[in-house]
């Protein structure tokens, strides 16, 4: 990989800027993030980069929260080289990218009930096959460097399992994406980040040493507006399968609602994906959901730090704040609400 002295002069007295322009750049640009058969229809949108720190204690807790099996960042790259955990260099980073789906694919789905809409469909499968290309990009890149790399969710690192609970794996880019300070989780068991819960997502562990970035999120939910007590139940209402209700997502009734669409991705990879009719990933629930492409909460939140209320408000407790804010609080529950009229979509009414 030939890089002009300009760019190496950026790499060293700006890493992160690097990364950042590189990851952009192939967004831009990559054949891969179009569909050839659409007219060059761009799939996934101008990432969103952060980094982590690879040593952060919430990778040892990801043992207690997801499974012992869930890899830190340290195990994946010593495991990638075949070497034991103190032959790794003293510090490691994590690079992790978002990659918002398209507002023409997203647009798609909102008028969907049952199954995603083709173009959505598109996005899900031709984007993951993108975002495996950009992950082996960067380790490349990075290695051509002279650093190490490896991105675990990559064969022949990523593995996956079942529990009673439904399937998790050895590298979850959801809780790395999280841990980088991109966004939280949410009652479907997305990620909403500053460009919403409609993304793909992506990382890389590296020996080049990156500034963390901040978590400016003190709560693992509070991006979600079920969580700020603000009564969302809009993606509830979307799952076709139920899987979503007030107890969280239930990876196994989504997993079969997805199986019996038709969505096995082991099975399209020996099949094959059909433009005209494979059913790729769903979606409904990060569709047509106030979440969908950006956080909903910040001009609530906005009230509240500047009047020094608390994050959550009791709904029984309304009477006791002041108009304005009572005022905000019940906007932003009507505009929730108004996201469940399902004549919506069909009228042309929705804009998110
Ligand atoms: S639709 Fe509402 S409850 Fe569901 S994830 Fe989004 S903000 Fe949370
Ligand atoms: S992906 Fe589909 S089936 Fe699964 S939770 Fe979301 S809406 Fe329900």
Redesign the pocket.
Known sequence: MDLSVQMMERLRTNPECFIRQQIKEIVCTSPDNRLSFMNGYKILDEPLVKFADGDDPIFMEYKTIIASTHLTPREALAEAYDKRLEEMPARLSVISYILPIMDEARRSNRAETCV?SRLWSHSSWYGEKFNEKLRSYLVELLISLGYLAVAPALPPYFQEYMSEEGLYSNWSERHIAYAAGHGTFSL??GLITEHGIAMKCGSVVTSLVLSASRRVMKNPYANCLYYLSIDCNA?MN???????TVNG??KN???K??HNMGYIPAQIEIDGYYNDKTIA??????TKVPCESRIRRRNLRRYQIKRDLPRVIDHKNLHNLDYPTRRLHNLLRLRILWYHKSDCADSGKVKI
């Open positions: 995603p479907s068991d993606c979307r799952c076709p399968a139920g899987a979503i997502h239930d009734k989504c997993l609602y997805l990933g769903c979606g409904l629930c990060q």
